[in-house]
């Protein structure tokens, strides 16, 4: 069994920057492809970066340029630089384990508690 543990979020301005983490434990890490989604209130939760087990990763046209998915396969660990925040942006955000299949992410439905990321105007 996959247990995920998301941590980073907080409260900041617009234009300011935050670092999520997702520690994972249970399964070998490195044998999954991870992402990172989001739910804002009222909104249907939306995939917002993904990277496989090699590295390459793909992100939401609203991230585009902004946040930066990593991973640190030695420490069993995920990360999501986010940078240039915006309101829209305000949500919990949610880590993830899946696999790529013909270039889509398809989740394996293990979630963590959530991290909240509210950013002001």
């Known amino acids: 069994q996959v247990q995920l543990v998301e941590s980073g979020g907080g409260s900041v301005q617009a234009g300011g920057s935050l670092r999520l983490s997702c520690a994972q434990s249970?399964?070998?890490?490195?044998?999954?492809?991870m992402a990172w989604y989001r739910q804002a209130p009222a909104k249907q939760r939306e995939l917002v970066a993904t990277?496989?087990?090699?590295?390459?990763?793909t992100y939401a046209d609203s991230v585009k340029g902004r946040f930066t998915i990593s991973r640190d396969n030695a420490n069993n660990t995920m990360y999501l630089q986010m940078n240039s925040l915006k309101p829209e942006d305000t949500a919990v955000y949610y880590c993830?384990?899946?696999?790529?299949?013909?270039?889509?992410?398809?989740?394996?439905?293990?979630w963590g508690q959530g991290t909240l990321v509210t950013v002001s105007s």
């Open positions: 993830n384990v899946g696999q790529v299949s013909a270039g889509n992410y398809k989740s394996f439905g293990v």
């Open positions: 249970g399964r070998t890490f490195s044998t999954y492809a």
């Open positions: 990277i496989t087990l090699g590295g390459s990763t």
